[in-house]
């Protein structure tokens, strides 16, 4: 089992900035791909972000140019920089992997979600 726990979110102003940060831990894995989410009040949950093994990061139309995913495999975490926030970028973020969860000399893939942390940009 891989837990992810988020941690940067706050109250920002609009053209501040904030990174979020989300740690993988726990039994034997190995990561695919790390993404972050975000789901504003009524509405459905949206991919912001996505960085994969082998292929270059991916965004949502909305923050390209805005925000930055990077991933740091040694500490099994990924980071989302955040610039330029809009009070539209109001929403909570969820750090979502997947992973290779190993048991013995097999494995399993499986999609694990954070808890999600809030990020509130005020105009």
């Known amino acids: 089992q891989v837990q992810l726990v988020e941690s940067g979110g706050g109250l920002v102003q609009a053209g501040g900035s904030l990174r979020l940060s989300c740690v993988a831990s726990g039994g034997v894995f190995s990561i695919n791909s790390m993404a972050w989410y975000r789901q504003a009040p009524g509405k459905q949950r949206e991919l912001v972000a996505t960085?994969?093994?082998?292929?270059?990061?991916n965004y949502a139309d909305s923050v390209k140019g805005r925000f930055t995913i990077s991933r740091d495999n040694a500490k099994s975490t990924v980071y989302l920089q955040m610039n330029s926030l809009k009070p539209e970028d109001t929403a909570v973020y969820f750090c979502?992997?997947?992973?290779?969860?190993?048991?013995?000399?097999?494995?399993?893939?499986?999609?694990?979600w954070g808890q999600g942390t809030q990020v509130t940009v005020s105009s």
């Open positions: 960085i994969t093994s082998g292929t270059l990061p």
């Open positions: 979502n992997c997947n992973a290779k969860v190993y048991y013995g000399l097999s494995y399993s893939e499986k999609s694990s």
